[in-house]
C-alpha cells in the first residue's frame, strides 16, 4: 500500500550534514531511505528510528544505487524527495594527487549525483518531487591543494541547473552550498573561529537540514527550481586583506 507521508532518500546519511538532514526530515513526519557505506556506522546511528530504511552500498556505483531506488521503492511504494549529500575531499598537492583518488572524489561527489537524479527521475515525477544536492563554498572560491573537491562541487553547481530544466516542470531541483559547518566538535571551536563569520558564528549541521527541509516542501518552496544556496554565514561576501 502506497504510504500517505512523504519518503525522502539521503546519501551519505550516517554522519555529519547528512545525518542531520535525516533526523531533521523524519522530526517533520517524512520517512526516510538512507545510502552510506557498510563501515559508516548508519544502522547503529539509526537502529531505533522505525520509519527509516538503511541500506548500505557505494553511490559511486551504478549497480548499487540502482538498487537503493529498488529497495525504496519495495519498502514506500513511492519517492518524493532526494538529497544528494555524500561527499569525499582528498587534500593533498597537485602533484602528487593521483588519477585513482581524483575519480574517486568526482565519483562519490558529482557522478552519484548523476546516477541518483537518473535513477530517481520516474518516481519522483510522478510524485512531483524535489531533488536537492549539496555542494560547497569551494565551487566559487578554494584553499590550496583542492582541486579535486572544488571541481567536483562547481560541477554539481551546474548539474543541479542542468537537472531542473530537464526535469521542469515535474521535479524541482536546487543547490545548498555550505561554508564551514562544524559536524564534530562544536564546543572545541575557538571565538576567532565565529568572529570571523559575519553571522557571529560557524555553522551548525541543523542549519543545513533546515533549509533542505523547506526547499524539498513544494508548498512552501514551489517557485524555487534552479538555484543555489549559500549558507556560509556570511563569509564569501566578506572582503579579506592582509594587514
Not at 512523504?6 to 550516517?14: C, F, H, I, Q
Not at 560541477?155 to 561554508?179: E, K, M, Q, W, Y
Amino acid at each position: 500500500m502506497r504510504s500517505a507521508k512523504p519518503v525522502a532518500l539521503v546519501t551519505g546519511g550516517a554522519n555529519g550534514i547528512g545525518r542531520a538532514v535525516a533526523r531533521h526530515l523524519l522530526s517533520c513526519g517524512w520517512q526516510i531511505a538512507i545510502i552510506d557505506l557498510a563501515d559508516s556506522g548508519l544502522r547503529r546511528a539509526f537502529a531505533r528510528e522505525r520509519n527509516v530504511l538503511a541500506i548500505e552500498g557505494d553511490v559511486r556505483d551504478e549497480e548499487s544505487v540502482a538498487d537503493a531506488l529498488e529497495a525504496v521503492l519495495d519498502r514506500f511504494h513511492r519517492l518524493d524527495g532526494l538529497v544528494s549529500n555524500a561527499g569525499i575531499m582528498v587534500r593533498k598537492p597537485l602533484r602528487r594527487l593521483t588519477i585513482a583518488e581524483w575519480h574517486r572524489v568526482l565519483d562519490t561527489n558529482l557522478t552519484a549525483a548523476f546516477l541518483l537524479a537518473r535513477a530517481a527521475e520516474k518516481p519522483l515525477r510522478k510524485a512531483r518531487g524535489a531533488m536537492v544536492t549539496i555542494a560547497s563554498t569551494r565551487a566559487v572560491m578554494s584553499e590550496p591543494n583542492t582541486e579535486s573537491y572544488s571541481a567536483s562541487k562547481g560541477g554539481l553547481l551546474a548539474l543541479t541547473h542542468a537537472l531542473a530544466i530537464s526535469f521542469a516542470p515535474d521535479i524541482r531541483v536546487n543547490c545548498v552550498s555550505p561554508g564551514w559547518i562544524e559536524t564534530k566538535d562544536y564546543s572545541g571551536l575557538r571565538r576567532k573561529d565565529h568572529r570571523q563569520h559575519p553571522a557571529g558564528r560557524v555553522g551548525r549541521p541543523q542549519d543545513v537540514a533546515e533549509l533542505v527541509s523547506w526547499l524539498l516542501d513544494g508548498k512552501r518552496s514551489g517557485f524555487v527550481t534552479g538555484a543555489n544556496f549559500v549558507i556560509d554565514g556570511g563569509m564569501t561576501r566578506k572582503m579579506i586583506y592582509e594587514e
